[in-house]
C-alpha cells in the first residue's frame, strides 16, 4: 500500500496544462519530489533517535541521556572544524576534556575544578536541524506551488477561454466575451501580460530562497555542497573513508551535518540528608544526520535545476512576447493593431480549434471597427488555405 501511494504520488500525467513546461517543473515535479523526501525523512523523525556513550559509572539512565541530549541538542568545536589531526569525530577531539587552546594547542578549561585562565574555551556550533527538517521540507513544497494560485487568478481569462472552447464553436459568443473592450477593458488586457511576467519572477524568487534559505538553516555550507560531494565520489574507498584524523578534508557529509557530536546535561539531585550536582559530557551519534545528507545531496541538484527552468521560464516568457510585437510590427496583419493578450487568444484558439480561429478572425473583421479594412491583402486566401490544410490533416 505504501508503494502504490508513493508511486501515485510521484506520477505525473501527460496532459495539456494552462502554465508552461518550466512552470510545471517548479509546481509540480519539485513540489513532489519536496513531499516525498519529507515523507522519507519523516518516517526516521519518529523511528530513530540519537544514541549516546553512556559510561558504566554513570547514574542517568540511557534513555534520559538520549532524550536530554535529543531535547538540548548537540554541538562540535568551531576551531576543530580545521584541526582534523587533532580529532576523533569530525569536530570532537580526541580527548574529550579538551574543550579550549593554549597557544595552538588543545587544553581542558577546567582542571580539578580549577580555571585555567591561559586555556581559550572553544567556540560551540549547535546542531538541532534533526528536530525540524522533515517540517521545513514539507513547508517548502506548499512554497513551490504558491506562484501558481497567483498563475490560476492572473490568467482566469485564459482558464475560462479554455473551458469556453472545450463546450462551444460559437464564434460570436467568444468575440463578445473576450475580444470585447467593455466586457474586457483594454487596461486589463495589458495588466495581464504584465502579471504574467511578475509571475514568472516569483517563480524564480521562490527558487532562489529555497536553495539559500536552506544554506542559511545549514549554518553557510549547503551552496557548494554538491560540488564538494561530487570531489569526494572521485576518491577510492580508501581516501573516501578513512577517519577524521587521517583525513586532509572533511567529508562533504559531515562538513553539513555532523553524524557525531557533544552533549552536556547538569546532572542535579536533592534531598533532605545531601545534594549532588555535576556536569555530564557525553559523545552522541545522530544517525538521523546520515539520512539527511542523502537526501540533501538529491534535493540539491534539484534546487539547481529548478533555478534553472525557473529563469528559463522568465526569458522564455519575455522573449516571446518581445517575438510576438516584432512580428506583428513588421507586417500588416490583425496582430498589429491588438493587444499582446489577444494575440495569446488567437494563439490558443488556433491551437485548438482552426476552424473556429478563421470564424473569430471573420468576426473581428466584421465587428470591431478599429479592425475594419487592416487586414493583410490576401488574408481570407491564406486562411483558407490553412483550413484547407487543416481538414487535410484530420481527413
Known amino acids: 500500500m505504501i508503494v502504490r501511494s508513493l508511486k501515485d504520488v510521484i506520477s505525473i500525467k501527460i496532459k495539456a496544462r494552462h502554465d508552461s513546461f ?32 553512556v559510561p558504566r559509572a554513570s547514574s542517568l539512565s540511557k534513555d534520559f541521556i538520549h532524550s536530554a541530549c535529543w531535547i538540548s541538542g548537540l554541538f562540535i568545536y568551531a576551531e576543530m572544524k580545521d584541526r582534523l589531526e587533532d580529532s576523533g569525530y569530525y569536530g570532537i577531539p580526541h580527548k574529550i576534556k579538551h574543550d579550549g587552546l593554549r597557544d595552538g594547542h588543545l587544553c581542558e578549561t577546567k582542571d580539578l575544578n580549577k580555571v585555567h585562565s591561559t586555556c581559550i574555551r572553544m567556540g560551540r556550533i549547535y546542531y538541532l536541524q534533526y528536530q525540524w527538517m522533515p517540517f521545513y521540507i514539507g513547508a517548502l513544497a506548499v512554497l513551490y506551488y504558491f506562484p501558481y494560485i497567483i498563475f490560476r487568478l492572473v490568467n482566469a481569462d485564459l482558464v475560462s477561454l479554455k473551458g469556453a472552447l472545450k463546450s462551444t464553436s460559437d464564434a460570436d459568443g467568444i468575440v463578445k466575451n473576450y475580444f470585447n473592450y467593455k466586457i474586457n477593458p483594454l487596461s486589463q488586457l495589458r495588466k495581464r501580460v504584465w502579471l504574467n511576467i511578475l509571475v514568472k519572477m516569483i517563480y524564480v524568487a521562490v527558487n532562489l530562497f529555497a536553495f539559500y534559505f536552506t544554506d542559511y538553516l545549514l549554518l553557510g555550507n549547503y551552496v557548494g555542497y554538491g560540488k564538494s560531494y561530487l570531489d ?89 512576447q518581445v517575438y510576438r510585437l516584432g512580428s506583428a510590427t513588421s507586417k500588416k496583419t490583425i496582430y498589429r493593431y491588438i493587444t499582446l493578450r489577444e494575440t495569446e487568444y488567437l494563439t490558443f484558439i488556433r491551437k485548438k480549434n482552426m476552424v473556429l480561429y478563421g470564424d473569430v478572425l471573420r468576426k473581428l473583421k466584421q465587428q470591431r471597427a478599429d479592425l475594419q479594412g487592416k487586414f493583410m491583402e490576401g488574408f481570407e486566401t491564406k486562411l483558407e488555405l490553412e483550413l484547407i490544410k487543416c481538414k487535410e490533416s484530420y481527413a
Open 232 to 320: 569526494w565520489t572521485k576518491l577510492d574507498t580508501t581516501e573516501a573513508h578513512i577517519s577524521a584524523r587521517e583525513r586532509v578534508d572533511p567529508k562533504p557529509g559531515n562538513k553539513l551535518l555532523p553524524s557525531m557530536g557533544l552533549c552536556d546535561i547538569h546532572e542535579a539531585t536533592a534531598d533532605v540528608s545531601s545534594s549532588t550536582e555535576n556536569i555530564n559530557k557525553f559523545i552522541c551519534e545522530i544517525s538521523p544526520n546520515i539520512l539527511y545528507q542523502y537526501v540533501l545531496i538529491i534535493l540539491w541538484f534539484l534546487f539547481v535545476l529548478s533555478i534553472s527552468m525557473s529563469i528559463l521560464g522568465l526569458v522564455s516568457n519575455i522573449a516571446e
Open 22 to 53: 518550466c512552470d510545471q517543473f517548479s509546481r509540480l515535479f519539485m513540489t513532489k519530489m519536496l513531499l516525498i523526501a519529507s515523507v522519507i525523512m519523516g518516517f526516521d523523525y519518529f523511528s530513530d533517535k540519537v544514541s549516546c556513550i
